[in-house]
């Protein structure tokens, strides 16, 4: 097994225990009252999370063993076996705790490697679009390790992350650029490794390269070098991570249109 896959594998089965133990709490919580109204919203939460992970997990095809699980855990069965809607809430939530252990279990096969994350089944890359190959690896673990952060409620981490991801890729993106073509959008002097993140992203809007996305980028943000270099530890709310990795997905899909 490559160290890449390794590195993946042990991703993505830190990322699963995080949701089971999630389940686990969200399981407690319906014990009392299962129409409790938070319960309620905090189980469809966990369950969407779920969602994500499976898809990702199954590379997307809804024929995957494990997509399928996923989707049969909604279904209630009739006295002769048939599938119907409408299975009980606390029900859906332990047979989705089997579908996520049972994807450890396959992550963690040393009998023939993984069944999960193989050949076809690898979600599609991200980062093909970077021109510097040996970044992409880099920003593909980065990604996935700024989901998590959030997933696991370290919103600093999270934001950090996906503005590191974001600088890095306008970065590549401005290098690969005719400097010609740079200086009459009021491109600072000298090496691009030497702007600023601010500097990067209006140049980058102002040749073209990406659009608008970035204005929704909040101030703590666009000041995250700053507060690493100096040690500054301003208080990260979930949103300011969510807008953090939403504006991240919108500047990649300026960078590769077609994806």
């Known amino acids: 097994m490559s160290e890449s896959l390794e590195a993946q594998i042990k991703t993505y ?26 319960a309620i919203a905090a189980t ?4 969407e999370e779920c969602g994500v992970a499976i898809n990702q997990l199954s590379g997307g095809s809804k024929a995957h063993w494990l997509a399928r699980s996923f989707s049969e855990a909604f ?12 299975a009980a809430p606390q029900e859906i939530v332990q047979r989705l705790l089997d579908v996520l252990t049972q994807a450890v279990a396959a992550l963690s096969r040393e009998d023939g490697g993984p ?8 979600p599609p890359r991200r980062f093909e ?30 934001m950090r992350t996906f503005c590191g991801i ?10 690969h650029k005719d400097r010609s073509e740079l200086a009459p959008s ?22 073209g390269l990406i659009r608008g996305g970035c204005a929704r980028l909040p101030a ?13 530890n301003a208080t990260i709310s979930e949103r300011e991570a969510k807008l953090a990795g939403q504006v991240l997905n919108v500047i990649m899909r300026d960078l590769n249109p077609g994806r």
């Open 166 to 175: 974001l600088e890095a890729i306008v970065t590549d993106a401005l290098e």
């Open 186 to 207: 009021g491109a600072p002097t000298g090496k691009i490794g030497g702007w600023s993140f601010d500097e990067r992203i209006a140049v980058a809007e102002k040749v």
């Open 115 to 122: 069944v999960i994350i193989a050949s076809e089944n690898v």
């Open 44 to 47: 469809r939460a966990w369950q």
């Open 220 to 232: 703590v943000a666009r000041a995250y070098r700053d507060q690493a270099d100096n040690g500054m």
């Open 75 to 86: 279904l209630m069965r009739s006295a002769k076996g048939n599938a119907t809607e409408g």
């Open 13 to 38: 089965v830190s990322r699963l225990d995080h949701l089971i133990r999630r389940g686990q709490q969200v399981r407690e919580a319906l014990a009392p009252d299962s129409s409790n109204p938070s």
């Open 129 to 158: 679009f970077v021109h510097n190959p040996e970044l992409r690896e880099v920003l593909e673990k980065a990604y996935t390790d700024g989901r998590l952060a959030m997933e696991e409620g370290d919103y600093d981490l999270a």
